[in-house]
């Protein structure tokens, strides 16, 4: 097989995977884009109905980048705001994204359905 088939099939299973994980917290993916001739860069969208963050991931510079919005009316364009910019290798930006997913979305689900049940 190919390295631009298999490296396209490794990124697929990690988002997938990464899916499957958050999916119960009510995380979507929103887009997707993986450009193979840029050494695997690649872009995603996820989150909540109403707040998205924005994750791109440079293959050949290895630049990891964090940006997020709140959406509203779905006619207007996102109003991105940058968080952060960081170096990582491919592994770790994967890594990365789904940590920050969890912890923005995961635990304030949680947050919220203890604040629930006490009442």
């Known amino acids: 097989m190919?390295?631009?088939?298999?490296?396209?099939?490794?990124h697929a299973d990690s988002v997938?995977?990464?899916a499957r994980r958050l999916a119960p917290?009510?995380?979507?993916i929103y887009k997707?884009?993986?450009l193979t001739p840029t050494f695997g860069?690649?872009?995603i969208v996820a989150g909540a109905p109403d707040r998205r963050l924005q994750f791109s991931w440079d293959g050949r510079e290895f630049i990891f980048t964090i940006s997020q919005a709140t959406a509203g009316d779905s006619r207007q364009?996102?109003?991105w705001q940058h968080l952060r910019t960081i170096s990582l290798r491919y592994e770790q930006a994967v890594n990365e994204m789904e940590r920050v997913l969890h912890v923005t979305f995961a635990v304030k689900t949680?947050?919220?359905e203890d604040s629930?049940?006490?009442?």
């Open 77 to 79: 364009p996102l109003g």
């Open 32 to 34: 997707h884009e993986y």
């Open 41 to 43: 860069s690649w872009l």
């Open 116 to 119: 629930s049940a006490k009442s």
């Open 25 to 28: 917290f009510g995380v979507a």
């Open 110 to 112: 949680a947050s919220h």
């Open 16 to 18: 997938l995977g990464m």
């Open 2 to 10: 190919p390295d631009d088939a298999d490296s396209f099939i490794r």
